[in-house]
């Protein structure tokens, strides 16, 4: 009889770690996803940043170029 209880008492206690060591192991799982979760904001807000640069310096790029051909058409009136 006593086997038995000092058994359940095992048993209970080893059931009991392993809740805690569960509980602890997914804290830690939680933290990581929410870490990777922010990096992840963070590098999409860098690709829309860059989108946007890319969009300006596409508009720029398209401006220089009609001045280049006016400033063209001014020199070939000027001769």
Known sequence: ???IISSLISA???LLICLIQ???SRALIEYRIDELTKK???HNNMLERLYDCE???K???EQIENIDHRLGRLEEKAS
């Open 55 to 57: 969009k300006d310096i």
């Open 22 to 24: 569960q509980n602890k």
């Open 40 to 42: 992840i904001e963070k």
């Open 12 to 14: 209970g206690v080893a």
């Open 1 to 3: 009889m006593e086997t």
């Open 59 to 61: 508009v720029h790029t």
